[in-house]
């Protein structure tokens, strides 16, 4: 009830982003003529990977409190707060610059095991580009926490070694990207680390929040359901895990990680582009 309240709008704005995402599969894969791999397609695919989790972000910022005020039986969402808040902006700009990092570290690692060294290069830049901001956001979240909710800051003290974590995690990822003479192995163990240097900051950041979930309105232990519901929603997660897993393995297998698809994928590219030079 607290969350749906702020989130109708941002989360509006989300639905809206993945209808966009996916008009681009349609009309990029499918369509004829102009509408084939148009360039306002393309743009507005890769806008909206950076705006959804822009949009989504914004449940991490409300649930610092804040935001919403209870003036008796009425809540009342202060969207000027919000807007002008500076922890908002630095937790959207965390997730922009999150994406692009994240991005360019996996396709750094794709396109040296492709044996694409042009597109290695490129990718290997962009990842040594965007790591910088990348810290840099993640400092300026804590700064904002630290005047906008002292309380979770000073748990979030007592959960530093997790972010000193991630920080080595980070170090030794961007350490592996630096050297030039590298190996595919080596940077499918980079990014492993990013994977890691998320993971640890995510659980200090989740950790330090409880017991609330909405600060000071909501907590934990106001979230307990009945215990049949809660079987229900276990078997219903473990199932959604016994399928999830097994078909991810196999995309991975398939795909992702199969030296002959993906030096074939690279060659196909190369191709193409040849194509549109001579033409």
């Given at each position: 009830?607290?969350?749906?309240?702020?989130?109708l709008?941002p989360?509006?704005?989300?639905?809206?982003?993945?209808?966009?995402?996916?008009?681009?599969?349609?009309?990029?894969?499918?369509?004829?003529?102009?509408?084939?791999?148009a360039?306002?397609?393309?743009?507005?695919?890769?806008?909206?990977?950076?705006?959804i989790p822009?949009?989504?972000?914004?449940?991490?910022?409300?649930?610092?409190?804040?935001?919403?005020?209870?003036?008796?039986?009425?809540?009342?969402?202060?969207?000027?707060?919000?807007?002008?808040?500076?922890?908002?902006?630095?937790?959207v700009?965390?997730?922009?610059?999150?994406?692009?990092?994240?991005?360019?570290?996996?396709l750094?690692?794709?396109?040296?095991?492709?044996?694409?060294?042009?597109?290695?290069?490129?990718?290997?830049?962009?990842?040594?580009?965007?790591?910088?901001?990348?810290?840099?956001?993640?400092?300026?979240?804590?700064?904002?926490?630290?005047?906008?909710?002292?309380?979770?800051?000073?748990?979030?003290?007592?959960?530093?070694?997790?972010?000193?974590?991630?920080?080595a995690?980070?170090?030794?990822?961007?350490?592996?990207?630096?050297?030039?003479?590298?190996?595919?192995?080596?940077?499918?163990?980079a990014?492993?680390?990013?994977?890691?240097?998320?993971?640890?900051?995510?659980?200090?950041?989740?950790?330090?929040?409880?017991?609330?979930?909405?600060?000071?309105?909501?907590?934990?232990?106001?979230?307990?359901?009945s215990?049949?519901?809660?079987?229900?929603?276990?078997?219903?997660?473990?199932?959604?895990?016994l399928?999830l897993?097994?078909?991810?393995a196999?995309?991975?297998?398939?795909?992702?990680f199969?030296?002959?698809?993906?030096?074939?994928?690279?060659?196909?590219?190369?191709?193409?582009?040849?194509?549109?030079q001579?033409?």
């Amino acid at each position: 009830y607290y969350f749906g309240t702020a989130l109708l709008v941002p989360g509006s704005i989300a639905v809206c982003l993945i209808a966009v995402r996916g008009a681009y599969y349609a009309f990029g894969s499918y369509g004829v003529g102009w509408a084939k791999n148009a360039p306002v397609f393309v743009f507005l695919y890769g806008a909206s990977g950076l705006l959804i989790p822009a949009s989504l972000s914004i449940v991490l910022t409300i649930s610092e409190g804040g935001y919403i005020e209870q003036r008796g039986d009425t809540l009342v969402f202060l969207t000027s707060a919000l807007f002008f808040s500076p922890y908002a902006w630095s937790v959207v700009l965390l997730s922009v610059v999150s994406v692009l990092y994240i991005s360019a570290m996996f396709l750094t690692y794709y396109a040296h095991k492709a044996g694409d060294d042009k597109a290695y290069a490129l990718m290997r830049t962009y990842a040594l580009l965007w790591s910088g901001p990348t810290i840099g956001a993640s400092v300026f979240v804590f700064f904002a926490i630290s005047s906008h909710n002292a309380t979770h800051f000073a748990r979030m003290v007592d959960f530093s070694w997790l972010f000193v974590c991630s920080f080595a995690a980070f170090l030794f990822a961007v350490g592996i990207v630096w050297k030039k003479k590298t190996t595919s192995r080596a940077l499918g163990w980079a990014f492993i680390a990013v994977m890691i240097q998320y993971a640890c900051a995510f659980y200090g950041y989740g950790a330090a929040h409880l017991p609330y979930i909405l600060y000071p309105y909501v907590t934990i232990t106001d979230t307990f359901t009945s215990p049949q519901m809660a079987w229900a929603l276990i078997i219903a997660f473990v199932a959604g895990l016994l399928l999830l897993v097994p078909s991810l393995a196999l995309l991975m297998r398939l795909f992702l990680f199969d030296a002959a698809y993906v030096r074939g994928v690279a060659a196909s590219l190369h191709e193409q582009q040849g194509k549109k030079q001579r033409t």
